[in-house]
């Protein structure tokens, strides 16, 4: 049944969303998407004191908040939008929210879980008009920006023990996880993003949690899903994630949750992780994201590598046609994403293997 037919039966809402990852996929099919880059190195541009990260409404909060950028959506949202804005003029087509421990188990280390779901709607929200400030600046016809509503890995973990003493120990259970994702994740959906991106998952099981959640939050609200992206990471040379899994693995673990997108993020630098993506693209019977960091951190703890020398790295992968969505993650800025953006032009998005295509 066509898409026209489908539209006698189906509600508004349905097709609007519907309309969103077909739009998606079909610019997936044309060309290499470009997603954002590091938020977290952007925001350390703005040399933020404690005083900048309370602002008026936090003034008082009775523990130190330096740190939580999150916070920032509330505390300094001109900030956040500036930053979002300066990766689309980079280039970028997806801006994720700056919502990446936005749930109320991480945001337990500054005493403020009530304001999780507040901070994802004012996420999502500040991403939305950043697309639109900037498609009414520049007279854009084309919609071919999204906002993808962040899920980070959260700082505990269901898989790994945080006391080597007692390794069958759990600092939170699948439930609170889980009950953590889902409030996120309507705090996104009610504040406008278009995608759901699940990433830097290091523990399976976290992800599976948040594969979970969402799939519960949507059955339960009868709001029709959002587009699901699922990027993992890759923690060192041995080519497995923290808890232990291969990618071909991980791959398997994840699928279920049916995503428009698999991919890896973080930990490693273009170079390093070119042969994963390599394996990715040969595995995937989806689209392929990848957004590496800027090299590997120098001892500093800070990122060096050139956004000339990065875009030719992932330029080579497009060259083999091993990628749809490419980005950056830690240590890559705007200039990064810029270098990306036009490296990417000269090549063909990676075809869907012929069983996928309908």
Same mark, same amino acid.
């Given at each position: 049944?066509?898409?026209?037919?489908?539209?006698?039966?189906?509600?508004?809402?349905?097709l609007c969303i519907m309309n969103t990852e077909s739009k998606l996929r079909e610019l997936l099919d044309k060309r290499i998407l470009i997603i954002d880059g590091a938020m977290g190195t952007m925001v350390q541009r703005y040399?933020?004191?404690?005083?900048?990260?309370?602002? !008026?409404?936090?003034?008082?909060?009775?523990?130190?908040?330096k740190g939580n950028n999150d916070l920032l959506c509330l505390a300094q949202p001109h900030i956040i939008k500036e930053i979002h804005r300066k990766y689309l003029e980079a280039g970028a087509n997806i801006l994720e929210t700056n919502?990446?421990?936005?749930?109320?188990?991480?945001l337990a280390d500054y005493d403020m879980q009530p304001l999780a779901y507040e901070l994802n709607v004012a996420a999502a929200k500040l991403a939305k008009e950043a697309i639109q400030e900037y498609r009414a600046t520049n007279n854009l016809t084309v919609s071919d920006?999204?906002?993808?509503?962040? @899920?980070?890995?959260?700082?505990?973990?269901?898989?790994?023990?945080?006391?080597?003493?007692?390794?069958?120990?759990?600092?939170?259970?699948?439930? !609170?996880?889980?009950?953590?994702?889902?409030?996120?994740?309507?705090?996104?959906?009610?504040?406008?993003?278009d995608i759901?991106?699940?990433?830097?998952?290091?523990?399976?099981?976290?992800?599976?949690?948040?594969?979970?959640?969402?799939? =519960?939050?949507?059955?339960d609200t009868k709001h029709e899903k959002l587009p699901v992206m699922i990027s993992g990471t890759i923690t060192d040379a041995s080519g497995r994630t923290l808890s232990g899994q291969t990618l071909e693995a991980f791959y398997i673990s994840v699928m279920?949750?049916?995503?428009?997108? @698999?991919?890896?993020?973080?930990?490693?630098?273009?170079?390093?992780?070119?042969?994963?993506?390599? !394996?990715?693209?040969? @595995?995937?019977?989806?689209?392929?994201?990848?957004?590496?960091?800027?090299?590997?951190?120098n001892a500093m703890g800070e990122y060096d590598e050139s956004p !000339?020398?990065?875009?030719?790295?992932?330029?080579?992968w497009a060259k083999e046609g091993w990628v749809n969505m490419v980005g950056g993650c830690c240590g890559t800025t705007p200039d990064h994403i810029a270098?990306?953006? =036009?490296?990417? =032009? =000269?090549?063909?998005?990676?075809p869907l293997p012929e069983m996928m295509v309908a």
């Open positions: 049944m066509s898409l026209i037919n489908l539209s006698t039966y189906l509600p508004i809402p349905y040399r933020l004191e404690e005083a900048d990260y309370r602002g !008026e409404r936090f003034k008082d909060w009775h523990t130190d908040v919502t990446f421990n936005a749930q109320v188990i991480s920006h999204f906002v993808a509503g962040a @899920i980070g890995p959260m700082n505990k973990t269901l898989s790994l023990s945080p006391d080597v003493n007692n390794p069958g120990y759990r600092a939170v259970t699948f439930d !609170e996880v889980a009950d953590a994702y889902y409030e996120q994740i309507k705090g996104l959906v009610d504040g406008g993003a759901l991106v699940v990433e830097t998952i290091f523990d399976t099981l976290n992800a599976k949690a948040a594969i979970y959640a969402i799939n =519960k939050f949507f059955r279920h949750a049916n995503p428009i997108s @698999i991919g890896l993020n973080c930990a490693l630098g273009a170079e390093q992780m070119r042969p994963h993506v390599e !394996e990715l693209a040969q @595995i995937a019977a989806c689209y392929v994201s990848a957004y590496p960091n800027a090299g590997l951190p !000339e020398h990065t875009a030719f790295v992932i330029s080579q270098a990306i953006a =036009k490296a990417m =032009k =000269k090549y063909s998005p990676r």
